[in-house]
């Protein structure tokens, strides 16, 4: 997919877990980042690390282990009341150049 959108000259950004160990990941992180060098951010070491969704399992008497969309949903706009962005979301933010609300 990344190089369909590059020979369109379509920008690529990638968010992906970064999941230490893994090593069909750590194959694809490799390609990836030959193809869009920094433009590729990972979440360390992945989704539910960064959100600490042990944490919110225990919360919220989940049974899952990963987020669903409606997991996610539900849980992720109060986690950012009380808790920062985490910062690959802010680096993400930056180089697209997103700006807040009032600015």
């Known amino acids: 997919m990344v190089e369909i959108l590059l020979a369109f000259n379509i920008d690529v950004y990638v968010l992906m877990d970064e999941d ?3 090593q069909s990941t750590q194959q694809l992180i490799s390609r990836i980042r030959n193809l869009i060098g920094d ?3 990972l979440q360390s070491p992945n989704l539910e690390g960064i959100f600490n969704f042990d ?3 225990r ?3 989940i ?3 990963k987020f669903s ?4 949903l539900k849980v992720l706009p109060t986690w950012f009341e009380s808790n920062s962005v985490p910062p690959v979301y802010e680096s993400l933010k930056n180089i697209i150049g997103v700006t807040n609300e009032n600015g």
């Open 20 to 22: 230490p160990g893994n």
């Open 39 to 41: 433009k590729l951010f």
């Open 55 to 57: 944490q919110i399992r």
């Open 59 to 61: 919360d919220h008497g």
């Open 63 to 65: 049974q899952r282990n």
């Open 69 to 72: 969309k409606e997991i996610a």
